[in-house]
């Protein structure tokens, strides 16, 4: 599977990509992952250590891009939204 399961999410210094956010509800959480320490961008680089997607309305053509990063390299994560929130959540 290229979407991580319960994954371990550390905010800290790493670079986070979003696909399918709501704008007027999820884009608060862009400034919670900046609070903890990690870093938004726009887009995919290879730098991006997660892919964050909300699977309802995520494009598929980001989601297929950072599955040919995956294939390159092992440090970029397709994570869900739901897990960022509790990861969140859970680290006060």
């Known amino acids: 599977p290229f ?4 994954p371990d999410i550390d905010f800290k210094g790493t670079i986070f990509a979003f ?6 509800r999820d884009t608060p959480i862009i400034q919670k992952v900046i609070d903890k320490g990690g870093q938004y961008r726009k887009g995919l680089s290879g730098a991006t250590n997660y892919l964050v997607v909300n699977p ?7 989601i297929e ?3 040919e990063q995956q294939q390159k390299r ?3 994560k397709i994570v869900l939204l739901e897990d960022v929130k509790k990861a969140l959540a859970s680290q006060g």
């Open 65 to 67: 891009a950072a599955i």
């Open 3 to 6: 979407i991580e399961v319960h």
């Open 74 to 76: 092992d440090n970029i």
């Open 19 to 24: 696909s399918g956010l709501k704008s007027d």
């Open 56 to 62: 309802e309305v995520a494009s598929w053509g980001m």
